[in-house]
């Protein structure tokens, strides 16, 4: 069946850097962007950022543009987010989920959803 | 773009309930909407996409709407059962990124 399992989270001092891992399974993983999500203790979601299938565009929310690298290995069916100078306030949940194609909307955008997601990784920034 | 969600909602089982998602610039009806399920300590699942279609497994208890002249998108449940208890977001996205809605907190009591 179709999953996702991150790896990679833990706790970390500020400043420093975590790498998060996403394997997939049950699909052909190459034909498929991928995006990162977040969420921290008690609040909502938060997207953070987006992999095109074949890693030629990649997508950041604002607050974690310069800090945060997605890639991806298509030959290991994994997703990677890059996370450097970590702050207290990216403590979270880190999930991954499958860019679903919606098809074409009426901006002229070609829409997606989420699915499925991964269980997540917990990252913990303190000192 | 953002998307505004009432913090709560609750209902009884066996009713209907309607949680709205209010995008604050640039038309509802512009890009999809989707709707997640998230219940305690686990991964949220979709419920909706592409404004109203039902993801396979989904029930149609479950349905999605769209009102151009709120600039809202709703999910309706109807016949609440108390498995539906949970949290929900909205999702839609421009070209460069997804927006989630703040989240809805169902009860059902």
């Known amino acids: 069946q179709v999953q996702l399992v991150e790896s990679g989270g833990g706790v970390v001092l500020p400043g420093r850097s975590l790498r998060l891992s996403c394997a997939a399974s049950?699909?052909?993983?190459?034909?498929?962007?991928m995006h990162w999500v977040r969420q921290a203790p008690g609040k909502g979601l938060e997207w953070l950022s987006m992999?095109?299938?074949?890693?030629?565009?990649?997508y950041y929310v604002n607050s974690v543009k310069g800090r945060f690298t997605i890639s991806r290995d298509n030959s290991k069916n994994t997703v990677y987010l890059q996370m450097n100078s970590l702050r207290a306030e990216d403590t979270a949940i880190y999930y991954c989920?499958?860019?679903?194609?919606?098809?074409?909307?009426?901006?002229?955008?070609?829409?997606?959803?989420?699915?499925?997601w991964g269980q997540g990784t917990l990252v913990t920034v303190s000192s | 773009f953002l998307l505004t969600q009432p913090h709560s909602v609750s209902e009884s089982p066996g009713k209907t309930v309607t949680i709205s998602c209010t995008r604050s610039s640039g038309s509802i009806a512009s890009n999809y909407v989707q709707w997640y399920q998230q219940r305690p300590g686990s991964a949220p699942t979709a419920v909706i996409y592409q404004d109203y279609q039902r993801p396979s497994g989904v029930p149609d208890r479950f349905s999605g709407s769209i009102d151009s002249s709120s600039n809202s998108a709703s999910l309706t449940i109807s016949g609440l059962k108390t498995e539906d208890e949970a949290d929900y977001y909205c999702q839609s996205y421009d070209a460069t990124s997804w927006v989630f809605g703040g989240g809805t907190k169902l009860t059902v009591l």
């Open positions: 992999i095109f299938y074949d890693g030629s565009k990649k």
């Open positions: 049950g699909f052909r993983f190459s034909t498929y962007g």
């Open positions: 989920a499958r860019d679903v194609g919606a098809g074409w909307d009426k901006s002229g955008t070609f829409g997606s959803w989420f699915d499925p």
